[in-house]
Every structure is written in structure tokens, then in C-alpha cells.
């Protein structure tokens, strides 16, 4: 079984690219490029519900598209980089586990949100408990919800990547620091063995110059 759906998913996929024009590959690359750089998702244009072989078949399907063997668009490699790097990203399990986790995040805070405002908006709160769910089941898959969740996800990524930069940064300036201070704790013993070293060589002229001493009768 496994078998037949992998040829027919091939069969599928020369089908597809025969009709492909050089003007689809283009702006394959310019989508690619221009897909906010945090989220891998966006990159692959994959639901936030895409699982691991969805990613791998998604994959599959747009780097044959941007190819630079197939692509003549000047960025096509970039594009290529920029898909691999995204389906690398999803298939590991700790960096997808974070990027679903901000993905749940921003879903919960919309939500909580909306139940705010259904509390202020009496006829669709009365229609909310009518339908037990329903209503928001419904508007949870409305494109309105699914572009207010995607800008909340950009919004969460993009903080918590100035976070992540912010604590980078206060790391190295704390290496730094302590690297500074090792190299003047370094140069002041070096000063101090030198200026020890040149008391030792000038010891025994020190000792010659001194004046003899005067017997006292």
C-alpha cells in the first residue's frame, strides 16, 4: 500500500512540475523569501496543524519548485537554503515542541481574548451558549481567526527572539568582561616577574657600588 501511494504520489508530482511555468517558479522564490524568517510554517506554507509528513511531502513539492537546477530566478538558491533550513527546523523534535508551543500560545491568548469580548457582546454570547461551542468552533476556522493568529504568532516569535538576543548579548559582554579582566590580571604578574627579574640582574652591581666599611677604634 505504502508502496503504490509513493509512486502515485511521484506520478503526481512530474504531472504538476510539467505544467509549472518559469513565471510560478519565480514567484515560489519571492513567497519563500518574503515569509516571516521565525516561523518554519510560513516558510513551507503548512497550516500550523501540519504534521511531520506533511512537512516532508511539502518540502518535496516546493524545493523541486525553487530548485536552481530548474529555477532561473538569480535567488532561487536562497529560497532553496531557506526551505531546507524550515523543514530541518519542524523535524526536530525540541525546535518544533518550541515553535508549536508559541503556535498554542498566541491561539490561547486570542481566545482568551475573544471570551472578553463575548461577554461584553450579549446576543453572541446567548449565541455561543446555544450552540455549545459551535459558534466558536466555527470562527476558529474562519480566515479572520487564522490571520489574527498568525500575526499574534509573529508577534510572540519576534519577542521572544529579542529575548533570546538581549541574553546573548549580556553573555558576551559578561565574557568580556572577565576575559578583560584575566588579560590585566596576566599583564600585571608578567610587569611584576619582569621588574623582579631586572632587581635579580642588577643585584650584584648594587652590592659592588656599596661604600666599604669603616672600622671604628
Known sequence: MGDTSSVYDEALL???????????????VLRVLSS??????????????????????????????????????PQAKEAFA????????????????????????ARDELKQE???????????????????GKFESQYEESEEFKQKWKQRVRDILTEQEWRRRKFQMRISEEEGRLKKEEEETREMWKRKREDQEKWEETRENRVLKQPPLVAVV
Open 114 to 132: 475573544r471570551k472578553k469580548m463575548l461577554k461584553k457582546d450579549n446576543a453572541s454570547k446567548i449565541k455561543s451558549m446555544v450552540d455549545e
Open 36 to 73: 516571516f524568517k521565525l516561523n518554519p510554517f510560513e516558510h513551507l506554507n503548512l497550516p500550523f496543524t501540519a504534521s511531520p509528513e506533511d512537512v516532508k511531502r511539502q518540502y518535496r513539492k516546493l524545493s523541486l519548485l525553487v530548485h536552481p537546477d530548474k529555477c532561473k530566478h
Open 82 to 105: 531557506a526551505l531546507a533550513k524550515a523543514q530541518q527546523l519542524l523535524l526536530d523534535a525540541s525546535e518544533r515542541d518550541y515553535i508549536v508551543a508559541q503556535i498554542n500560545l
Open 14 to 28: 512530474k504531472e504538476f512540475f510539467a505544467e509549472v511555468s518559469e513565471v510560478e517558479r519565480d514567484n515560489e
